[in-house]
């Protein structure tokens, strides 16, 4: 296996070589917005208050991440994969709770 990934990263790497090398265009390395120049550079810093929106995100996403496997196994584990979910899921209740009494979820 490692001749053969090993031999492939050569065989992409003599393709590019032979293509040539690529034409400089000015608007190559210029970000863009939706078909547009971008008008502001491209490292903006968000205010901190984003950060706990982005976490919120990623809190519920993998909830939702562990759910179907939860979903496909849960008619062979019966009520201790109900209890194991209801944990889960009352654990992500506080924590958002605890969010909003904190004004986590307030816009600014």
Partial sequence: ML???VAFALVLYLLKASL???LAEPGKDVPAESG??????AWVRYHVHYYGFAL?????DM????MYPWAVVYKEL????LLDMGVFLTILFLGLVYT?????????
């Fill in 20 to 22: 040539g090398k690529p």
């Fill in 36 to 41: 547009q120049l971008a008008l502001k550079p």
């Fill in 78 to 81: 019966g009520i201790t994969a």
């Fill in 63 to 66: 909830e939702m991440a562990f």
């Fill in 56 to 60: 919120l995100f990623l809190c519920f």
């Fill in 3 to 5: 001749v053969v990934t």
């Fill in 100 to 108: 909003w009494s904190q004004g986590g979820l307030k816009r600014q």
